[in-house]
């Protein structure tokens, strides 16, 4: 590990909560670390960030988001470790919650139902408005992908995995439509590797947003 990559790999170390980096162990932690780099390097300076989202098990989950500011843009990715689990433990209907996070001075989380929402034998993974004071309606383009261990996209297998809605605080309308995958087909692919894949999902504001109005992120550096 050169000295670049060992910076950051205690920066990230660092923002995790106490034990954290023992209990996804140095090899993911390492991962996280390299694909971070490689995210600065194609995308450039301008990307903060955030924590890791890592959920499967009993350890809360974290965030790990990274936002363009003044373009509106951003990603969050979810990493799922002991997939099996997260199946076994979490009922049809139910969901795991990611920690939220912020793009464009609004906050989000991801939404997992291992076993579906509603429908069976499926994946649903949906994008959430996490607040209930947003009164004005945000046009959004969003969308869902694996990200792979070589670090490559694909959705391909996904359903749904990119559109554009308008969401605000009213009802239903917090929710995206879901993404799905069929769990047989999911279970089989180069996606899910040693029980755990991860899901990133990116963000688009396509009107201007106040961000001065918004609650401002909390620092954990």
């Known amino acids: 590990m050169d000295a670049y990559v060992c910076w950051w790999h205690k920066r990230l170390a660092g923002a995790l909560p106490e034990g954290y980096a023992d209990w996804v162990g140095e090899q ?17 300076p301008s990307m903060s960030f955030a924590r890791v989202s890592v959920v499967g098990d009993d350890m809360p989950p974290g965030s790990a988001s990274a936002t363009t500011p003044g373009t509106y843009s951003g990603y969050h990715l979810l990493m799922v470790r002991r997939y099996s689990n997260t199946k076994q433990d979490t009922p049809k209907g139910e969901c795991i919650k990611s920690r939220p996070f912020r793009v464009g001075g609004y906050r989000w989380c991801i939404e997992y139902y291992p076993n579906g929402y509603e429908t069976e034998h499926a994946i649903s993974i949906y994008l959430v408005l996490n607040q209930s004071d947003v009164v004005e309606r945000v046009n ?7 990200v792979d261990p070589d670090q ?15 969401f605000w605080s009213t009802g239903v309308l917090r929710w995206s439509l879901p993404c799905i995958i069929e769990t047989e087909i999911f279970e089989k692919s180069k996606h899910l590797s040693n029980d755990s894949f991860t899901i990133r999902c990116d963000i688009s504001l396509t009107k201007d947003v106040d961000i001065g109005d918004a609650a401002p992120p909390v620092s954990i550096w």
Not at 30 to 43: G, H, L, M, Q, Y
Not at 152 to 166: E, F, I, P, Y
């Open 152 to 166: 490559n996209l694909d959705s391909t297998l996904l359903t749904r995995a990119r559109k554009t809605l308008v």
């Open 140 to 146: 959004v383009d969003y969308g869902f992908s694996f």
């Open 28 to 44: 993911a932690l390492a991962e996280v670390t390299e694909f971070f780099i490689s995210e600065i390097i194609s995308r450039g």
